[in-house]
Nanobody, 120 residues
Framework: QVQLVESGGGLVQAGDSLRLSCVAS????????MNWFRQPPGKEREFVAG???????YYADSVKGRFTISRDNAKNTVYLQMNSLKPEDTAVYYC??????????????WGKGTLVTVSS
């Protein structure tokens, strides 16, 4: 079983940056794809970014060019660097892992989430 713990959320102003971290424990982190999803207030959970075990990255159109996902296998950690934040980025951000990217229903493990609030 893999445990995922997110950190780095908070309250920021539009245009600011944040970096989220997700630390994994329990199994071979480097063998799995890792993803960030988010759930805005009153909406469904949506894909934000994913990175394969080989380092290929994928992004939702809404964050492409502003967010960057990366991983440090030595630290069992995946990051989400978020720049030029907008009020519509406000959501609870979840880290998730498995064998694929993007498919919210196919993740094996989920963190408990970290709240990001962007004020205008």
């Amino acid at each position: 079983q893999v445990q995922l713990v997110e950190s780095g959320g908070g309250l920021v102003q539009a245009g600011d940056s944040l970096r989220l971290s997700c630390v994994a424990s329990g199994r071979t982190f480097s063998s799995y794809a890792m993803n960030w999803f988010r759930q805005p207030p009153g909406k469904e959970r949506e894909f934000v970014a994913g990175i394969t075990s080989g380092g290929n990255t994928y992004y939702a159109d809404s964050v492409k060019g502003r967010f960057t996902i990366s991983r440090d296998n030595a630290k069992n950690t995946v990051y989400l660097q978020m720049n030029s934040l907008k009020p519509e980025d406000t959501a609870v951000y979840y880290c998730a892992g498995g064998t694929v990217v993007r498919a919210v229903g196919s993740m094996y493990w989920w963190g408990k989430g970290t709240l990001v609030t962007v004020s205008s």
